[in-house]
Nanobody, 118 residues
Framework: EVQLVESGGGLVQAGGSLRLSCAAS????????MRWVRQAPGKALEWIATIGDYSDFTDYADSVKGRFTVSRDNNVNMLYLQLNSLKTEDTAMYYCTNGGKWNDYEPRGQGTQVTVSS
């Protein structure tokens, strides 16, 4: 069974930083590109970052490019997202997934809440 457990969210002031983590199990982690997505209240799910299976490439949404960095450690089946220069519009529930746009980014974990205050 695929399990994805996100952590590291919290309340931070605008301009601050957070590091999100995602613990993955139940599948061959190193065989999958991994993604982070987020959902703000009342808004659609938004893809924000992808990393290749062996970190061979990364890709970011324009809304986070230059501020967020995705990374992974295949030795411990962990995915990370470093969030810098946070803005109030980054407030959302953040999820990791081994899915993609073709399956609505499923499966996802329970998410970790990021709240950015002004």
């Amino acid at each position: 069974e695929v399990q994805l457990v996100e952590s590291g969210g919290g309340l931070v002031q605008a301009g601050g930083s957070l590091r999100l983590s995602c613990a993955a199990s139940g599948f061959s982690f190193s065989a999958y590109n991994m993604r982070w997505v987020r959902q703000a209240p009342g808004k659609a799910l938004e893809w924000i970052a992808t990393i290749g299976d062996y970190s061979d490439f990364t890709d970011y949404a324009d809304s986070v490019k230059g501020r967020f960095t995705v990374s992974r450690d295949n030795n411990v089946n962990m995915l990370y997202l470093q969030l810098n220069s946070l803005k109030t519009e980054d407030t959302a529930m953040y999820y990791c997934t081994n899915g993609g746009k073709w399956n609505d980014y499923e499966p996802r974990g329970q998410g970790t809440q990021v709240t950015v205050s002004s």
